[in-house]
């Protein structure tokens, strides 16, 4: 059984502070790692996607992957209120089919 | 920036009955999905579509569901006799390689 493990939370950072968010995989063979944000009756947004080991950034989000951890994370850095949300690991199997972590809900305190 | 939508936002239906999905994905995309969210749960995979035929499916998707891209851009989701446990935050998703973007979803209600 292929999975994606998420802490559900509720993780509270407070504004100007650095959110990290984790998740590990079981499918070794995974290549294809993708962080979504849905706020509360709306649909996943895409915000990042990370492909290969290291580091990968985008404005205010950076990804990291650690493949033979089987572990990838999300850093949120100067949070802002806006960024209260929940946030979705979704990994990417060999039948180009995401496997859902359940999410992890960011609240960020003014 | 194009957009995947999906019509209608809400249907509520009874059980038994017959319902349809519609989704416009992205116009250059050739890959299309289909998940469904139960209210507080992950969101579920039912079935890639490629090439004018299933690629993937899930368990859930048994033979009350089926997809169909009826013409060049509407690609649909029907449930012939809905059930209870049908209901649903149904989403489309559309990509031309690995990132997949996501319409609004249609919330189905089954009572």
């Known amino acids: 059984q292929k999975e994606v493990e998420q802490n559900s939370g509720p993780l509270s950072v407070p504004e100007g502070a650095i959110a990290s968010l984790n998740c590990t995989y079981s499918d070794r063979g995974s290549q294809s790692f993708f962080w979504y944000r849905q706020y509360s009756g709306k649909s996943p947004e895409l915000i990042m996607s990370i492909y290969s080991n290291g580091d990968k950034e985008d404005g205010r989000f950076t990804a990291q992957l650690n493949k033979a951890s089987q572990y990838v994370s999300l850093l949120i850095r100067d949070s802002q209120p806006s960024d209260s949300a929940t946030y979705l690991c979704a990994v990417m199997d060999s039948n180009y089919q995401l496997i859902w972590g359940a999410g992890t809900k960011l609240i960020i305190k003014p | 920036e194009p957009e995947v939508t999906q019509t209608p936002s809400h249907q509520v239906t009874q059980m038994g009955q017959e319902v349809i999905l519609r989704c416009v994905p992205i116009s250059n995309h050739l890959y299309f999905y289909w998940y469904r969210q139960i209210l507080g749960q992950k969101v579920e995979f039912l079935v890639s579509f490629y090439n004018n035929e299933i690629s993937e499916k899930s368990e859930i998707f048994d033979d009350q569901f089926s997809v169909e891209r009826p013409d060049g851009s509407n690609f649909t989701l029907k449930i012939r006799s809905t059930k209870l446990e049908d209901s649903a935050m149904y989403f489309c998703?559309?990509?031309?390689?690995?990132?997949?973007?996501f319409g609004p979803g249609t919330r189905l209600t089954v009572l």
């Open positions: 998703a559309s990509t031309h390689s690995h990132e997949q973007f």
